[in-house]
């Protein structure tokens, strides 16, 4: 069953498991993945949980207006400060800061500090860092994927020592061509969890809006030895979330 | 054979030699896998060293890709005590703060708070802060090495990740750490992982180079269409269950010995099988896949063994035929047949007193399959 507004959350759910702490989302033009990291926004903050969203594809105000369609309002959470909205879009501020990695290191610092603060507060709820998305740190970055890497190693580091997640979108299609796939590669290393969303082989479709494949790689986690790794089901966007059905489901 | 992969870096190093160095490849269809085959070696290891059934007295491991509690954690689940962990293992943590920003932050903010939990040093985990810098580490290592007794009692290394060193430090300086720690004299054994599928085909052949012995992990089921989404689920399931693990040993001889075993999750633990065909299924994938036909079919290795070899006694009560290479028109006529070549009849003479010349050819090469590996030095102990 789908629940009205949480976007059919049964079958992501199920696929992602519980303990699944590094989550990468990949995508392309053709399917573009957004939707899923909104999703697991609203349900990490739903839940009772604290985020940080790093945001450098859109302002606040269209995360404000997805989220809310969505039944999520991400001003109050942000006044509760459940809610940590970093804005990226100037980032790294020029050279005059220093140099790319110590606008980085600057930056991981601020989210260490969030966290920390969370697991030490009264309501220690799961704290997850989302980032939207990774090819374009790669670009404020200048390119340098050194620097990108080091970055994700510390907020990946960051999981294991404090008990959060992360979240991280990524576009499959940029890295295609190049001969050493370079990010995405260290990318999907590091996941526990790979969520990729593509079009249909058929094409496009008015009730079927791509698909989407789920490999949990549950390592060491007895409860995940057994269970499903690889999941494949179809989506759907809607104005409030999307519909995850298997091929064939669909009336 | 995983078993006897650890005997090897067990066993150590002999007088006059480098320490034997292990290689562990793996790639990303099966890296849960790999990375629980760096696991198990480093944990079975580390119950030899702790039993004193290693020339090491200990292990230390440098972590770049993991944090340095999953390795004690999965000793521990192997039946290794905190008594045994804290004498026999050493972890450089290469994890928590590989470049030294959580110490810069501290720096700029005055903290000398030393009661946060990624700062402190626990009993058998050192913090390094600079990955970039290859010579420090390399004496970090032996720092560590030659704590484990008193005198200089040997130790061995593992590293976990060259993919990851790979990234704050060029090849040859890692190639030279490597052979640094193989030719020091207190280094018993080292062994390391890498993922091929992260860096150009040179780099892991390099590292292979500086190996004596390597271990790939491979995926269990190949899948045709490889690459793409969703591609055949249930190759991708298999291959995150199971792989197999192919060893190659090069044996002070030259010869190189291959083994091969199949690796699976169990629970949260990693379980070795060996395969009972070895050899076969080995031999058979090592013969290159060339666009011609490299091997004979049951109708060609008939037709072969009736070939009528020259200067050949048939011995079968007929006439001797002694084929001279000449086919003489009527029976070339008569004959068609290309494999069984015409004959000039001769009537070998009698012997008599005056002996004529005579060829007596002995075929000694019908056992031997054509281009097995078998060495014919195989044996010799040199």
Known sequence: MEEYGGGGGDLLSEAMGSAARVVVVEDCVEAPGAFVLHLLLKRALASGGAAAFLALAQPFSYYDRVLR??????????RNERLHFFELLGFPGG??????????????????????????????????????????????????????????????????????????LIHEDIYADEENMGLLLHLRYIADLVIKAAP??????ADVHGQLSVVNKGTFSEQRAKAQKVWNFHFKGKENGADFFYPGTRH | MAEAVVRCLRDGRLDGEHAPALAVEGSLQCCPLAAGAMLHIAAAFASQVAAGKAQARGLVVVAFDRSPLVYLEFMRRRSLDTNALDRCVRILDCYSDPLGWKQKIQNQQHQGNSAKQFSTNKENITVYRSVKDVTKLMSSVTELGGGFEEGKKYFSVAVDSISSMLRHASVPSISGLLTNLRSHEQVSSIFWMIHSDLHEPKVPRAFECLSTMVACVEPALVDPVCGESPGNLSVLEQNYSKAKFIVRLKRRNGRVKHLYEDLYIEGNDIKFDSAPSVSIEVNQSLVPKAQFNLELSEKERSDRANVVLPFEHQGNGEPIRIYDGRRSLPEAQRDLSLTAPALVDEIKAPKSGTAKG?????????????????DPDDDLDI
């Open chain 1, 95 to 168: 050279a005059r800061e220093g140099t790319i990695a110590d606008s980085f290191v600057r930056l991981y610092n601020e989210i260490q500090r969030l966290v920390e603060a969370n697991r030490a507060g009264e309501n220690a709820g799961q704290f997850t860092v989302v980032i939207d998305d990774a090819s374009l740190l790669e670009v404020v970055a200048l390119g340098s994927v050194n620097d990108v890497l080091d970055f994700l190693h510390y907020c990946f580091a960051l999981t294991s020592e404090m008990n959060c997640s992360l979240v991280v």
């Open chain 1, 200 to 205: 249909l082989s058929t094409g496009l479709a």
């Open chain 2, 358 to 374: 005579e060829i007596h050819y002995f075929r000694d090469s019908d056992d031997e399959q054509p281009d097995s590996d078998e």
């Open chain 1, 69 to 78: 369609k969505m039944g999520c309002n991400l001003s109050l959470h942000r």
